[in-house]
């Protein structure tokens, strides 16, 4: 069926009179010599599921008119985990190349896309009707039925830097990956044949341990056993059609793909001396118009609490994310600063470094210190250890509406004292952690006494107090977005690694572990960038992680929460490992189109 065609079957199968109605309206104006603005239509219908040959899958798409018909749009998480279709660089964020079945050195096919609701939509109505797929919605499901295609042969070589397995087809059709500890499984809608079965029985080689094929009536599933956990790149090519697994240490596929104005998703490996690594990262026009960057957590009425960067992205519909600082994984409490539209949710920690920035586009790295004092009206003067905080330290804490409603001492033997209107109101002895919480005051705040209660005379009920607070440096208080993580990797263009000062031990600042960062190029441009391992197995020290954002272009740049924690998110998806393996965290960075 032509695609042309294809658009009017669509047409007849999905009419509906809002959009008759709009295309009237319209008319009428323009008649009257009325402009209108030059913005697509809102969409016709969109859906969170996806029924592809008989198996549901929970993906978006979404469905729109505009002057061809209807089209049908598929989010770009949906086509590269559920469909196979690479996405390949692109300098223009209207137009998407891909790679699905087709051949490198021809121009490649590219999708029309559009941005709604924090996900990235691909039209895909006409690559729909030249691979003879049928398409159907029924309210918010969209049906795709592909042809009946078949494996007509799978082979595997051993090439100089591994293992190759093609898998052979009688023309083109959806697959999809899913990695399960050291199996990885590729599902084709595709029917196999006993003689296939044969074929594969004595697979085995540099990487590949074996391959096993599970055939039913419209899928096979064609499992991978490979040893280190590495992970493939799976592609497809045309002439004939097939599927290429390539079994290989840097198997990372390079990116350059511009996803929406100002923002580009990178993937490369990196030089950094001797050793390779691959990296993934963001790339952020801070000045362009409709981009935002704020601190995300997953429940800002209470800082207790962790989720997958995903949830919490979701949830703050950010289209992009990056996990952020530290936390105590047991009580589920932030350490480190975080600042939301000039409110503390949580206070700085041991002078470690953080991130300032503002909606102007004006970016700081430094270490950073906040310093609060109270004074009582019989002028005594009371420094306060921490705000906001689940570090716990002997001295006086203070914790505001900000945390949440409530305080649960987080040791024992604290006092706490509720304050409001500036003037204390109670004293409250607590014996034991993780009990009896206290309302924290919404016209005040709670002051907690650890360890040393001698100031408790100075904080009778019926005293006045004045609050002073400052940060250090003091030019970071203006910004309204702060986050805290560390240590401070670069600043002005040197590295500035030292762990020491900013209260880390040891074995955090010598240990090799997975790294996420954020970093300010020379522009101005931001870097959310993570990376796991170099290509001989071995993580990252907190200097190679240094070394490797000089290579990309920082200037400046700050060490954020490592090791399961990393994770980088973009367009409803996790970019930079399988989805299940990535930890709960307790903030992150967004990214946000206005």
Sequence with gaps: MSAKRYSTVLQRRFSFEPVRLIGRVVGALLL???????????????????????????????????????RIGISDRALLSTFGIQLLSANTATQQPIQWFTQPNLQPSALSTRIMSSLRYLDVTDLAAQNGWRMQVADSVLKITPSVVKVSA??????????????ELDRSTPWQTDATNQDVVLTLNAQTTPDILQQIK??????????????????TRVRLSLVNSIQPRIWSLANPDRIVVDVRPDSLIERNVLWA?????????????????????????PRQPGLSLKPIVPNLSSMMGIAPLAQ???????????????????????????????????????????????????????????QETLTTSTGQRLPITHLNSGYIQAGVARYTPDWGTVYIPLSDNELIISVQNNGVVSQQPLAKAGIAGVPIPTNGYLLVLR????????????????????TEPAEIRRYPYILGAGPL???????????????FSNAFATEAAPRSAIAQTNAGQILLVTAYTKLNGSALTLTEMAQLLQQIGAVNALNLDGGSSTT????????DRPPNSAARVHSGIGIFLR
């Design 32 to 70: 009257l010599g009325i402009a209108i603005p030059a913005q697509p239509l809102p969409p016709v219908r969109q859906g969170a599921q996806i029924l592809l040959n008989g198996q549901m899958v929970s993906e978006s798409w979404s469905q729109w008119q505009d002057d061809s018909g209807l």
């Design 154 to 167: 799978i082979r595997h070589s051993q090439p100089d830097w591994g293992d190759r397995i093609v898998i």
């Design 202 to 219: 004595t697979i085995s080689g540099t990487y590949v341990q074996s391959v096993s094929v599970e055939p039913s009536p419209n899928q």
């Design 261 to 285: 104005p100002g923002l580009r998703w990178r993937q490369q490996t990196v030089a950094i001396g001797s050793n390779r690594v691959p990296a993934t990262w963001l790339e952020l026009d």
């Design 312 to 370: 919490t992205a979701k949830q703050a519909q950010a289209i992009a994310a990056i996990n952020g600082g530290f936390f105590n994984r047991i009580r589920q409490l932030p350490l480190g600063a975080i600042r939301l539209d000039g409110r503390w949710l949580s206070g700085p920690i041991l002078n470690r470094g953080a991130i300032a920035w503002d909606d102007l586009g004006n970016f700081a790295f430094n270490r950073l210190t906040l």
């Design 451 to 470: 360890s040393n209660q001698s100031s408790a005379a100075a904080l009778s009920p019926g005293t006045s107090l004045q609050l002073e607070s400052s």
């Design 489 to 503: 990797l670069i600043q002005n263009a040197q590295i500035v690694v030292n762990p020491k000062i900013e209260g």
């Design 568 to 575: 980088l998110y973009l367009g409803g998806q996790v970019v």
